[in-house]
């Protein structure tokens, strides 16, 4: 059964980037054509998009994190990383990973999550 | 930017009662509309995709319709495990984005 797990640092200082990764488990990351996204959520907040990336390493990204935002693949280590620059208070929040499908529609949907990790920006 | 709202942005209801969840974009979408649920201190879980095709093991309460701009979540028969947030989420276009939520309460 496949599996993901964020880890990463859970307290950044203002400007610093945070640095999140995705370790994928029960199955390979390159298997099918999925887009490995990062999804975050402040606390008592809705979700927010952050971005996505195949396999292939095409990713496409929120428009409101400018040019802040990374997302990398590694296959060989079966997970994918998430870098945000310039991190505020305001980026405080759930981080989650998760998979998506594409329907035959053309339709993208959310069916696998990590269990979300809370980064927190603070001096 | 496509701008997703739902409402009520909470409601108070009873087991056994039939509930109805609103979402409107603010511009066509077709049916690039999911649902999800999302309980306190866990991940979103998918519950209807394309508006109203039920993903795989979610209970047959649950149920979705609409197209274009405006868009319904039903829940027949309101259980126990039900009380939690549930989002809407376009995948029309770029960037992709979810509603406010709608937090279920117990009356």
């Known amino acids: 059964q496949l599996q993901l797990q964020e880890s990463g640092s859970g307290l950044v200082e203002p400007s610093q980037t945070l640095s999140l990764t995705c370790a994928v488990s029960?199955?390979?990351?390159?298997?099918?054509?999925?887009?490995w996204s990062w999804i975050r959520q402040p606390p008592g907040k809705g979700l927010e998009w952050i971005g996505y990336?195949?396999?292939?390493?095409?990713?496409s990204y929120n428009p409101s994190f400018k040019s802040r935002v990374t997302i990398s693949v590694d296959t060989s280590k079966n997970q994918f990383s998430l870098k945000l620059s310039s991190v505020t208070a305001a980026d405080t929040a759930v981080y989650y990973c998760a998979r998506a499908v594409i329907t035959s529609g053309g339709i993208l949907a959310w069916d696998l999550w990590g269990r979300g990790t809370l980064v927190s920006v603070s001096s | 930017d496509i701008q997703m709202t739902q409402s009520p942005s909470s409601l108070s209801a009873s087991v056994g009662d039939r509930v109805t969840i609103t979402c409107r974009a603010s511009q066509s979408i077709s049916s690039y509309l999911n649902w999800y649920q999302q309980k306190p201190g866990k991940a979103p879980n998918l519950l209807i995709y394309?508006?109203?095709t039920l993903q795989s093991g979610v209970p047959s309460r649950f149920s979705g319709s609409g197209s274009g701009t405006d868009f319904t979540l039903t829940i027949s028969s309101l259980q126990p495990e039900d009380f939690a947030t549930y989002y809407c989420?376009?995948?029309?276009?770029?960037?992709?984005?979810f509603g406010q939520g709608t937090k279920v309460e117990i009356k």
């Open positions: 394309a508006a109203s």
């Open positions: 990336i195949y396999h292939s390493a095409s990713a």
């Open positions: 989420q376009q995948s029309y276009s770029s960037p992709l984005a």
């Open positions: 029960g199955g390979s990351i390159s298997s099918g054509d999925y887009p």
